[in-house]
């Protein structure tokens, strides 16, 4: 059974920093490219960052250059370290595992709020 479990959220001041973490199992991590989505009431799901098995990165532009997306294979576990955050980085952050270029697992999510 494939399981995506997200932790790290919570409450933070603009301009404050986050660390999520989304450990996986059931699966093996080294195949699939990993990312993070977010999403908030009434708006469609969107894309944050990726990181290949192979550690090529993708970013959002909202992202780029304030969150940093990175993976340890040895511990099944893919980490989006958030700086600068604002206010309108508030929303549900969602792990996923992918084969191409569509999510196949998605965790359950975890809450971030940015408060001013």
């Known amino acids: 059974q494939v399981r995506l479990a997200e932790s790290g959220g919570g409450l933070v001041q603009a301009g404050g920093s986050l660390s999520l973490s989304c450990a996986v199992s059931?699966?093996?991590?080294?195949?699939?490219?990993m990312a993070w989505y977010r999403q908030v009431p009434g708006k469609q799901r969107e894309f944050v960052a990726r990181v290949a098995n192979y550690d090529n990165t993708l970013y959002a532009d909202s992202v780029r250059e304030r969150f940093t997306i990175s993976r340890d294979n040895a511990r099944s576990t893919v980490y989006l370290q958030m700086n600068n955050l604002k206010l309108e980085d508030t929303a549900v952050y969602y792990c996923?595992?992918?084969?191409?270029?569509?999510?196949?697992?998605w965790g359950q999510g975890t809450q971030v709020t940015v408060s001013s």
């Open positions: 059931g699966l093996i991590f080294s195949s699939y490219s």
């Open positions: 996923s595992a992918m084969r191409t270029g569509t999510p196949n697992y």
